[in-house]
């Protein structure tokens, strides 16, 4: 089973970047049976459900993102390194929530789910 530990969470002020890290470990490290698929970002902000914000593909060519982040936020993994990256720039109050990692997303038609695993989150605050 894999694990996922984020990192780079933190207080910031609108208009700061921040670069967000999630490792995945696991019992197994041979890259055939290793596969975290695509993984992804979530947010939960205070008193809001958890909502999608990107997700990348196992080979990094292919990248989605929320509307609200979209041009201001990037995602990217390494897989030599098992880690997934979210760059954030122009960060506004409004992205203050805790993010989580996500592994092996699946495309509903509407939405995304994870048939993998959770990180337990890093908290994003962006004071105004």
């Known amino acids: 089973q894999v694990q996922l530990g984020e990192s780079g969470g933190g207080l910031v002020q609108a208009g700061d970047s921040r670069r967000l890290s999630c490792a995945a470990s696991?019992?197994?490290?041979?890259?055939?049976?290793?596969?975290?698929?695509?993984m992804g970002w979530f947010r939960q902000a205070s008193g809001k459900e958890r909502e999608f914000v990107a997700a990348?593909?196992?080979?990094?060519?292919?990248?989605y993102y929320e509307d609200s982040v979209k041009g201001r936020f990037t995602i990217s993994r390494d897989n030599a390194k098992n880690t997934v990256y979210l760059q954030m720039n122009s960060l506004k109050p409004e992205d203050t929530a805790v993010y989580y990692c996500?592994?092996?997303?699946?495309?509903?038609?509407?939405?995304?789910?994870?048939?993998?695993?959770w990180g337990r989150g890093t908290q994003v605050t962006v004071s105004s």
């Open positions: 996500a592994s092996d997303l699946r495309w509903s038609g509407d939405r995304w789910y994870t048939f993998g695993s």
């Open positions: 696991g019992q197994s490290f041979n890259t055939e049976s290793f596969n975290t698929g695509t």
């Open positions: 990348i593909r196992t080979s990094g060519s292919d990248t």
